[in-house]
């Protein structure tokens, strides 16, 4: 899932370069999650938290040793583990609803998060919002229900999944803005990493899943899909970091919701997946409204 990061000072940089950025860490995470739906006919969602995690946290050592600014210090570590907690859960929820629905679908209410970020906003931060974003927020509820539909049988319970994820996505994202000036990106972004890769080997020694058998009975190109996941997650969210360094939020976050568009191709190309009529119409109201809340910023 991607990572949104709280406005920053002027930008002394041309937009378009950010915008950019952010293009590619929407075609990264659209991949990523084609490419976990296809990896869960092999490994276990612990398994594939535990690659996602684990390179994420080895890249971020590596750049960060190797960059002039060595910085592994953080002054807020408790901070730094609840956002580290909160991305963690949402990616399992992510991964395990992705096993059971189209990547699509998953996608646009993955999309829902800019409209539970402005609740939380509200209820937890205080801030005010105004008529037309409470109305925005509305309509992306009611495209997410189209995508949805309760009581068709389309996706069941499977659909509650990305749901506790974008919760839990939104808490990560009202962290991030509230506390976002205290840190360096790029020492939040390690122990981003870091605090995941510990809570999913945790999870995994507690579990009953055994690891060598696993990997011994998947193909081996099912192993370097394992660390393109890893690579891809580690490369959108590093991208997103980048952008909102290039270019106000405002005018990134619109362009995420390219990242429907994406997944709606790559699904379709992986597995001949495409939305209904219904789906379609779903989606472009979740993303309408999360283009327009984003406008308002």
Known sequence: MAAMHAPNAPHAHPPWLGIAFVIGAASCFAVMDTTVRYVGAYFSVALVLAARYGLHAAIMTLWIVLSKQRSFRSANPMFQIARGALL???????????????VAEFTAITMLTPVMVTLLAATLLHEHVSRRRWLLVGGGLTGAL???????????????????????????????????????????????????????ALALLASEVELLPALRS????????????????????????????????????????????????????????????????????????????????
């Open 146 to 200: 189209i995508v949805i539909r309760p009581g068709s049988g389309l996706f069941g319970w499977a659909a509650l999944l990305p749901i506790a994820g974008s919760m839990a996505y939104a808490s990560f994202q009202v962290l991030t803005r509230k506390l976002a000036s205290l840190e360096s990106p790029f020492t939040t972004h390690f122990y981003t990493g870091l605090t995941g890769s510990l809570i999913v």
């Open 218 to 297: 998947a193909p081996h190109s099912a192993w370097g899909m394992l660390l393109f996941i890893g690579v891809l997650g580690t490369a959108g969210h590093l991208m997103l970091v980048l952008a909102f360094g290039l270019a106000p939020t405002a005018v990134l976050m619109p362009v995420m919701y390219a990242q429907i568009g994406f997944a709606a191709l790559v699904g379709w190309l992986v597995f001949a997946q495409a939305p209904d009529a219904w789906g379609w119409l779903g989606m472009a109201v979740v993303a309408v409204c999360g283009a327009g809340s984003a406008w308002l910023n």
């Open 88 to 102: 963690a859960f949402s990616s399992a929820m992510a991964f395990a609803a992705l096993r059971r629905m189209p």
